[in-house]
């Protein structure tokens, strides 16, 4: 896990802790609420998961490349083919 997100994780647990423990009749909404003013994992959490989107539509789109890149190499392989076989049949006949 990225370092910065686990020391988050880490402060938001104590930050978490230390409110519940000091103010024992809070409710979990207003707890959760004070807790996301304290801390920046909310906005590590925003950034690491538009980083996986932005990985995800790079990988879409290199699935259609290689997909593009696999058909013109197999009509290479195929020209080729085609040639070896004119060069064949041209020695044959000569």
């Known amino acids: 896990m990225n370092t910065a997100l686990s020391?988050?994780?880490?402060?938001?647990q104590l930050i978490r802790?230390?409110?519940?423990a000091l103010e024992t009749d809070l409710d979990e909404?207003?707890?959760?609420?004070?807790?996301?003013?304290l801390s920046d994992l909310h906005t590590i959490i925003e950034h690491?998961?538009?980083?996986a989107?932005?990985?995800?539509?790079?990988?879409?789109?290199?699935?259609?490349r290689i997909g593009d890149m696999q058909e013109r190499l197999s009509r290479i392989e195929h020209r080729a083919?085609?040639?070896?076989?004119?060069a064949r049949d041209a020695m044959l006949e000569a």
Do not use: F, P, W
Not at 7 to 12: K, V
């Open 53 to 64: 989107l932005a990985d995800e539509a790079l990988a879409a789109a290199l699935r259609l």
């Open 48 to 51: 690491v998961a538009r980083s």
């Open 7 to 12: 020391i988050s994780i880490q402060g938001y």
């Open 29 to 37: 909404t207003t707890l959760h609420d004070t807790i996301e003013g």
């Open 81 to 86: 083919g085609n040639r070896r076989g004119i």
């Open 17 to 20: 802790e230390r409110i519940k």
